[in-house]
């Protein structure tokens, strides 16, 4: 199976101090809520996940702290029946405590799995959504949520399941409400937005 490509980075501020996630083979790792600024001004609040080891080479991180990250796009499917089915965060492969501009870039290709959908918002805008399967090394895939508007929907609505391609774009967050047994909930759901697209067999020659 070949590996795709999968390479984030980002940079801003804690929006809490780090938690502990989860336990795998005696290693511990938490989580770091991690605030980022888009240009708009608005923000995204994204689950970065590390190593203790990781944190414990840093100086102590609380909330408001500055950090940057190079990692990858993670998901896995959450069967508890708590909050969001299909769970996106950034697996840290580095971590450094800097200054600087917020920053958010990610470079992805991969393979359609599902038939995109092309809709139109309230507002009139064309926007398209789709999955796409990142593979990973060891034989695991990533399959993350994307999002493109404009011209780039109408480009990515016009694909079919089993289409290679590569975009660079950015992991942003999204507050939604959803309906459970009569009551209201307030979710946040993470998704790939697009900002540019090619082909990745292009790509690759």
């Given at each position: 199976m070949q590996t795709n490509n999968n390479k984030i980075f980002?940079?801003?501020r804690l929006a809490g101090p780090p938690?502990?996630?989860h336990v795998n083979h005696g290693v511990e790792y938490l989580l770091l809520p991690l605030t980022v600024c888009r240009l708009s001004g608005a923000e995204d609040t994204l689950h970065v996940i590390a190593s203790r080891q990781q944190l414990d080479a840093l100086p102590p991180l609380g909330e408001g702290s500055p950090l940057a990250v190079w990692g990858e796009v993670r998901t896995f499917n959450n069967r508890s029946g708590v909050g969001s089915r299909l769970v996106v965060s950034v697996f840290a492969k580095e971590l450094a405590q800097e200054e600087g501009e917020?920053?958010?870039h990610l470079e992805l290709s991969g393979t359609l799995c599902k038939p995109p959908i092309l809709r139109t918002t309230p507002l009139g805008r064309?926007?398209?959504d789709m999955i796409l399967a990142?593979?990973?090394r060891y034989g695991r895939a990533d399959y993350l949520p994307c999002i493109a508007w404009g011209s780039l929907a109408y480009r990515c609505g016009a694909m079919e399941v089993g289409?290679?391609?590569a975009?660079?774009?950015?992991l942003q967050s999204r507050v939604y409400t959803k309906e459970i047994d009569g009551r209201t909930q307030e979710r946040t759901a993470f998704e790939v937005s697009i900002m540019s697209l090619s082909d990745a067999d292009e790509?690759?020659?």
């Open positions: 980002l940079r801003g938690a502990l996630s917020d920053e958010n064309t926007i398209c990142a593979n990973r289409d290679c391609l975009l660079e774009g950015r790509q690759d020659a």
